[in-house]
């Protein structure tokens, strides 16, 4: 079936840092990738999406691109601020075969230093 | 715009009570809901999701059950509870394949059995 694999944490970095979280799939159909953040206590936001291969989600500073070719959807941050410390979650959805349910990541644990 | 709601927050029960926790959501019509649980540490689990009023699939077996009594309207409740009924319940929702299938969360009801 579908699944999704994110690199293992916690991470941890230096305020204005550079930002790689992994996050590779796999999936029968064309799914859609997604980036979710949950800030500590809270539920999780929709931080960015992607629908077909090629695209590129970005907002607040963070970016991902659909790699089809190599099933992975990273997310990147240029610079981290000690606000972006949270937990992120990749996830796929697929339409076409799970009648358009989430398929999450395991999470990663982002943590910044001043 | 859209709104979910979750309550309460924060629960505190002890084994073998019964359980009931609401989600609404406001500003759209005929969503998609779906019931989550984050056990220690950071994965999610599906446990339910309702395409309708009075429709509902369970992901995985368990002393829990939902309902959907009206559109906007969705209920994860349980008759007897068990220590590990404990964890962060989160309500999600999304519009109607294929026109929009990321989903939005609510803020979470953390459950504490004792």
């Known amino acids: 079936g579908d699944s999704v694999t994110q690199m293992e944490g916690p991470v941890t970095l230096s305020e204005e840092a550079f930002l790689t979280i992994n996050c590779t799939y796999t999936?029968?159909?064309?799914?859609?990738l997604f980036w979710y953040v949950q800030y500590p206590g809270e539920g999780l936001q929709l931080l960015l999406k992607?629908?077909?291969?090629?695209d590129k989600g970005s907002n607040k500073g963070f970016e991902a691109t659909y790699r089809k070719e190599t099933t992975s959807f990273h997310l990147e941050k240029g610079s981290v601020q000690v606000s972006d410390s949270a937990v992120y979650f990749c996830?796929?959805?697929?339409?076409?075969?799970?009648?358009?349910?989430?398929?999450f990541g395991q999470g990663t644990e982002l943590s910044v230093k001043p | 715009s859209q709104t979910i709601h979750q309550w309460p927050a924060t629960l505190v029960q002890p084994v073998g009570s019964p359980l009931s926790l609401e989600c609404t959501v406001e500003g759209t019509s005929n969503p998609n809901l779906y019931w989550y649980r984050q056990a220690a540490g950071r994965g999610l689990q599906l446990l339910f999701y309702?395409?309708?009023?009075?429709?509902i699939s369970s992901e995985v077996p368990q002393n829990l059950s939902a309902s959907r009594p009206q559109d906007r309207q969705f209920i994860l409740s349980s008759k007897k509870l068990l220590l590990s009924d404990s964890g962060f319940y989160l309500c999600?929702?999304?519009?109607?394949?294929?026109?929009?299938?990321?989903?939005?969360f609510g803020p979470g009801t953390r459950l504490t059995v004792t």
């Open positions: 992607a629908t077909k291969a090629d």
């Open positions: 996830a796929l959805s697929d339409p076409y075969n799970q009648g358009g349910k989430l398929i």
């Open positions: 999936a029968t159909g064309y799914p859609s």
């Open positions: 309702s395409v309708g009023i009075g429709q």
């Open positions: 999600a929702w999304s519009g109607d394949f294929p026109s929009s299938y990321e989903q939005y």
